[in-house]
């Protein structure tokens, strides 16, 4: 009989903090062998199930207007947009911000707490790094699109026009691009490097010709020797390191777009920790967002459990009490300097034309994750997942009230105005979420969503309560000294 069939609610739970028992990341009955089967077997079914087909038709859909609405602004012009003096950045950079946030989860799951030897990352770290890669595609779409005239995009790179300039390197629209290039860049070479094993699996496993050799080409002639394990262990520790500084370099120089010109409201050296605590906490609200329902169709409760569920929350609210910290800064510095076009800014933010996307923001991002404190409501899957989703919708909307709010009360009162999006802005929001949730869709039916090799490292079968047994990425450098020795 098996442990669900006894009690199918406890034997989920792994929330509990014994400290003299330590917490199975992995529960039920599972072995190395079920492990592979659940999850190869998501990639193996000959046709998706009718959720997932359902998923894929909405998001696909989603994603032709993303594409029609970039169609007819490239054909129009920016003037479909709400853009208007003095607001000239809208829905784009609030887009591109809240994106590239949320691309900072992955990186972090995968680096930060790889390095820091966090066991429990290793069943979601594969997802949320695909997310990652997704969120940054969906980011680099909007500055592109915002310069009207996308045949000249190639101006924000590095080289020189056709009339022989070089762009402003003293701007920090310039360091956007190498920053997000360069994160892009690492956290796609990180997630391909830590998929490798895997799809040496699924390779290995294949019932046809096609699939043995696509999946052939993607593992690159992986045969899990000793050598290649210790070169896959050092190339994964190598990227981590680099992955890691680019978790907080990214953010911060997003944040200074804003924090380097003189507009009241943006003209602050908080920003960048507070754009980096920021971005982790949407990150990980995305991921738990996309996690749960993830987990519950394709059965997979017993690898991403309860604890994980359970860590990420307190992630959020730590996260979320920053964020909140750092909103009560900013109200404190513009009271403090005596500067009146910073107090101003500061109070028509709260009190203002624009107070109900203020008011939205802190409920959302302050008030709604101190509900994490109660444990009880933080394992409850449902109200998680609503939190998550209600979390993003907050940090969207601090995005807004950044870049609007200030943009629309400057310095010379006979301009001020009101913001309003059009239908092609908001339409252009939603169409980037179809893209990104195209793009995750057909990751989760033809990758492997977990990290086979990794959970398997830290299963009681692993024996790292044995001496001498270590788990993946403890490996590194090892075996070339034996080799050497014999």
């Known amino acids: 009989m098996s442990a669900a069939a006894v009690d199918p609610v406890s034997y ?73 003096i003095p607001v000239g950045w809208g829905y784009a950079i609030v887009n591109f911000v809240f994106w590239v946030g949320i691309g900072h989860a992955g990186t972090l799951i995968s680096a930060i707490l790889f390095l820091l030897r966090q066991q429990w990352r290793t069943s979601i770290n594969r997802f949320a790094e695909a997310m990652t890669i997704f969120a940054v595609v969906c980011a ?7 310069v009207g005239r996308i045949w000249v995009a190639y101006w924000l ?23 997000v290039g360069t994160y892009a860049t690492v956290s796609l070479l990180f997630w391909y490097m830590g998929m490798i094993p895997d799809l040496a699996t699924i390779r290995d496993r294949a019932t046809t010709k096609l699939r043995f050799y ?8 992986w045969r899990s020797s000793n050598r290649h394990w210790h070169r896959f262990e050092f190339a994964y520790l190598l990227l981590a390191s680099l992955a890691t500084p680019l978790v907080l370099s990214v953010h911060s120089v997003v944040s200074f777009d804003f924090a380097v010109s003189i507009m009241p409201g943006w003209h602050t050296t908080i920003f960048p920790p507070y ?31 309860a604890r994980h569920l359970e860590n990420m929350a307190k992630i959020m609210l730590a996260t979320g009490m920053m964020v909140g910290f750092a909103y009560s800064t900013e109200f404190f510095m513009a009271w403090y300097s005596g500067n009146v076009y910073e107090a101003f800014t500061f109070l028509n933010r709260a009190f203002g034309p624009y107070a109900w996307a203020y008011w939205t923001m802190v409920t959302c991002n302050v008030l709604v994750p101190q509900i994490f404190w ?4 933080r394992n409850n899957t449902l109200i998680l997942w609503v939190a998550s989703i209600l979390i993003n919708v907050g940090m969207w909307f601090e995005r807004f009230v950044i870049v609007v709010s200030s943009l629309s009360r400057d310095y010379v009162p006979t301009s001020w105005g009101y913001y309003r999006p059009t239908a092609i802005d908001v339409l252009t929001f939603i169409g980037s979420f179809g893209l990104f949730l195209t793009l995750f869709l057909l990751f989760v039916r033809f990758l492997p969503m977990v990290g086979m090799a990794e959970v398997k490292g830290v299963m009681p079968q692993a024996h790292l309560d044995h001496p001498g047994h270590r788990g993946h990425g403890d490996y590194h450098g090892d075996i070339a000294v034996r080799e050497v020795d014999l």
């Open 275 to 305: 754009f980096v605590a920021g971005a982790i906490f949407s990150g990980f609200a995305m991921v738990v967002s996309l996690i749960v329902p993830t987990r519950k169709f394709f059965g997979l409760e017993e690898i991403i459990t």
């Open 140 to 146: 680099g779409i909007f500055p592109g699109i915002h």
């Open 157 to 179: 790179f590095p080289i020189p026009n056709q009339m022989s300039m070089w762009p402003n390197f003293r701007s920090p629209l310039l360091w956007d691009v190498f920053a």
């Open 12 to 84: 989920l739970d792994n929330t509990s903090d014994d400290p003299t028992v330590r917490a199975r990341l992995v529960v039920g009955d599972n072995d190395f062998h079920s492990v592979t089967e659940t999850v190869c077997g998501i990639i193996e079914q000959p046709k998706p199930p009718k959720f997932w087909w359902a998923a894929f038709a909405a998001a696909s859909s989603l994603t032709l207007v993303l594409f029609a609405c970039i169609g007819y602004l490239v054909t129009t012009g920016v003037g479909v947009w709400g853009l208007q």
């Open 214 to 221: 696509i999946y052939g080409v993607l593992s690159l002639g």
């Open 374 to 377: 109660v444990r009880k409501l």
